[in-house]
């Protein structure tokens, strides 16, 4: 098993910008890839960003250019950047790791809320 636990979110103003950090724990060798997913109300749940063990990167064209995911393997650690913030980011943020069997973890999920 994979435990993630989130932390960072809260509420900034249009503009602004956050970090989210996820701590993994657990049988972490099993883990190929991390990231970060979001899910507004009424909405699906949609791929943020996602980081593999070796370093590559995929974004959802939404937040290409202000968002940024970083993964520390020796920390067991992956944050999110988020710089010039839209309402429409607004929603709750989740992590995700995938192993090497396609088997998903997630963390609880944080609130990230950009309103003025």
């Known amino acids: 098993q994979v435990q993630l636990v989130e932390s960072g979110g809260g509420l900034v103003q249009p503009g602004g910008s956050l970090r989210l950090s996820c701590a993994a724990s657990g049988s972490i060798f099993k883990i190929n890839a991390m990231g970060w997913y979001r899910q507004a109300p009424g909405k699906q749940r949609e791929l943020v960003a996602a980081?593999?063990?070796?370093?590559?990167?995929n974004y959802a064209d939404s937040v290409k250019g202000r968002f940024t995911i970083s993964g520390d393997n020796a920390k067991n650690l992956v944050s999110l950047q988020m710089n010039s913030l839209k309402p429409e980011d607004t929603a709750v943020y989740y992590c995700?790791?995938?192993?090497?069997?396609?088997?998903?973890?997630w963390g609880q999920g944080t609130q990230v809320t950009v309103s003025s």
């Open positions: 995700n790791a995938m192993d090497y069997n396609s088997i998903y973890y």
């Open positions: 980081i593999t063990r070796g370093g590559s990167t």
